[in-house]
């Protein structure tokens, strides 16, 4: 998709934020619009996130327009929103391939710009990563201004308040901007906010504040009731008091799409001392009716047609492991008045919408607050409910001190489902579940198991939630099953029991398959004629069926989409030594590095971790 010039006349003269700075202020709202004209189109023609960029283009223009970046940080928080930045800084032509194998970073990459200062994919870093640049900033001295952008649900995080209340007690210059989406502004109040924040911002007020504390110094009497009398002044009309209270100068709330409005109240903060937090208010899916009226289901959107004012048809197909793992909530809740589901702020994701709406008073939504979900979980065990936690492979690592010491320690009857395990495509390295297996393996008391079809994903995650001697994880991947027919009444699989899928009469190569892998597997064995086991459980791994075909064959091999170290193919090694018993073995999975964004089977094929693949590295391994 080539940029258009003639139908962006503006945004075409602002390829950078160098050029931006050349464009006179009173064009800026012109700007503004084709920016996010030019938005809607090139994710229409890409897919990608969606919402969250569109509520950011006045606020993108306005801190591009006022800072000097990339010598000023501009550090964003999450990156959903951050499109309309890689737009203005020397991207644009490249977004059709944002997401896609070999394009665009999803989120903001150091490695891919200057601009980009801080990777990142996660929620809650902004804050931290950008104080620890204003205090080296500090030290520098060369007058380097940072500012964090963060949005209203990432506030739930607890690292966000400890940034906050170390960021308020440092005192170094820095700007945190608010990006609140939840709540619209009605015209008075936002012109009465827009008015003040100005007016706070401005010279004069800051002058007059910052000489009546100099004055008041040693008349601590009347400070306090100067201090006193203008937080009740300002706090008559802005919600700020908790952030005075950390130690910043709060400013807002104000109109996030008024750009000219934004441009002067950040003129004004851009050299005030110490730390400063401005709260503006923006509207999700701003400029395109569908995703105003539903920011949620166009929060990341397939490629589709922007003039047709919906998301294209999807067919009918496989359900999802998410809808499998939502429909046995349903049917689990329907006789289990104890079952209690949590998810941090992954309702939709998790696949637990239904759920939500059937049982609300057995659902959960902790926010984005990995670490209090665990432990929220372990609370509700302690008390005899039957606590399932829903997360994402790739968040749970948020959340591994309380998975290790709320819930495995006290050796707590927790169920995890874990979402996302494995190959996840295009959001990239920050998502991939490259790493669950490994960090579970270690914990004691922990129970894993990796579930090869939809219908053992059911019936372990009924394994687990039955399971009263300990933690249980259920660790499936994203997208479709695998077409296997789910069987509706659940049974319990005995822990840590293995079953033999492929028996080969040759018995020279044995494939012990962890999870979604073995339908790739089984193909590549047809071809090696190999014994294939469906192992099931990572922990504890069925000794006797490994130790069965080390004996009888020759090789062994491990498939699993985990990372190779520490994942359940080191698990096998370790249990061939234990019994001392020397036999070649061939670990297959993620190698020792970040897996980049891309298509989900193009990763995989890349990775050769698809039939011809598997196939392809055990016949080199048999080759040596």
């Known amino acids: 998709m080539s940029f258009d010039h003639s139908q962006y006349p503006v945004l075409a003269r602002a390829n950078t934020p160098e050029d ?37 283009v006045e606020l993108t223009v306005a801190l591009h327009y006022v800072y000097n970046t990339p010598f000023d940080r501009l550090v964003w928080d999450v990156g959903h929103q951050a499109y309309p930045h890689k737009i203005l800084t020397n991207r644009r032509e490249q977004m059709h391939t944002i997401r896609q194998k070999n394009g665009l970073h999803p989120f903001p990459w150091r490695e891919e710009s200057e601009y980009d200062t801080f990777s990142v994919g996660h929620s809650g870093t902004s804050i931290s990563a950008a104080l620890g640049m204003a205090v080296a900033a500090e030290r520098e001295g060369k007058g380097r201004k940072v500012v964090s952008v963060i949005g209203d649900g990432a506030l739930t995080g607890g690292m966000v308040f400890e940034a906050l209340n170390h ?66 002044l300002k706090g008559m009309v802005v919600p700020g008091t908790l952030f005075e209270e950390l130690g910043f100068n709060y400013i807002g709330p104000i109109d996030g799409h008024d750009v000219n409005g934004l441009v002067d109240t950040l003129r004004n903060m851009r050299n005030l001392k110490g730390p400063q937090f ?29 003039s047709q004012f919906k998301k294209p048809a ?10 499998v793992f939502g ?68 968040f749970l690592q948020r959340g591994y001190d309380q998975l290790i010491h709320d819930v495995a320690l006290q050796k707590l009857p927790v169920l995890f489902a874990i979402d996302r395990g494995g190959i996840v495509g295009a959001d990239g390295p920050t998502h991939q579940g490259a790493f669950d297996l490994s960090f579970m393996r270690c914990i ?28 249980c994880a259920v660790r499936y991947p994203r997208g479709s099953a695998t077409g296997a027919e789910q069987v509706e009444q659940m049974t319990a699989i005995e822990i840590g029991k293995g079953v033999l899928r492929r028996q080969s009469e040759a018995k020279k190569v044995a494939m012990l398959n962890f999870g979604t892998t073995l339908a790739a597997t089984l193909a590549a064995a047809e071809q090696l004629d190999a014994s294939v086991a469906d192992m099931r459980f990572v922990k504890p791994i069925d000794e006797a069926l490994v130790l069965e075909l080390a004996n009888s064959h020759d090789v062994i091999v491990t498939i699993e989409e985990n990372a190779i170290m520490g994942g359940a193919g080191s698990g096998v090694l370790e249990l061939l030594q234990k019994h001392k018993i020397t036999k070649p073995v061939l670990q297959i999975g993620l190698p020792d590095e970040f897996i980049k964004h891309g298509a989900p089977n193009e990763i995989i094929a890349e990775l050769e971790l698809d039939a011809a693949g598997i196939e392809k590295q055990v016949r080199a391994y048999l080759a040596k």
């Open 327 to 394: 429909k046995f909530l349903c049917d689990m809740a329907a006789t289990d008045n104890k079952l209690m589901a949590i998810t941090p702020a992954m309702r939709e994701g998790s696949g637990m919408v239904e759920f939500s709406q059937k049982f609300p008073k057995q659902y959960f939504d902790a926010a984005i607050a990995e670490q209090h979900a665990v432990t929220l979980g372990a609370g509700f065990a302690v008390e005899g409910l039957n606590a399932i936690v829903a997360i994402y492979s790739t």
């Open 20 to 56: 931006l700075k050349q464009i006179p202020q009173s064009q800026l709202t012109q700007l503004s619009d084709e920016l996010r004209q030019f938005l809607l189109q090139s994710v229409g023609a890409s897919s990608g996130h969606f919402a969250s960029g569109l509520g950011t």
């Open 167 to 232: 960021a308020g007690d440092l005192h170094d210059d820095m700007l945190v901007v608010l990006n609140d989406n939840e709540m619209s502004i009605s015209e008075n109040v936002g012109a009465l906010n827009n008015h003040l924040a100005q007016l706070m911002s401005g010279r004069f007020y800051t002058t007059i504040r910052e000489n009546s504390k100099r004055a008041l110094k040693d008349m601590p009497v009347l400070k306090e009731m100067a201090k006193r009398t203008e937080e009740h």
């Open 444 to 471: 004691p008391n922990m129970v894993i198991m990796a579930p090869s079809d939809e219908n053992e994903c059911r019936q372990m995650l009924y394994t687990g939630h039955m399971y009263q001697d300990g933690p």
């Open 314 to 323: 999807t067919k009918p197909g496989l359900p999802t492991f998410s809808q």
């Open 278 to 306: 401005l709260h503006i208010m923006t509207k999700k899916g701003r400029g395109y009716e569908p995703a105003e009226k539903d920011p949620i289901g166009w929060h990341a959107v397939p490629k589709f047609d922007p």
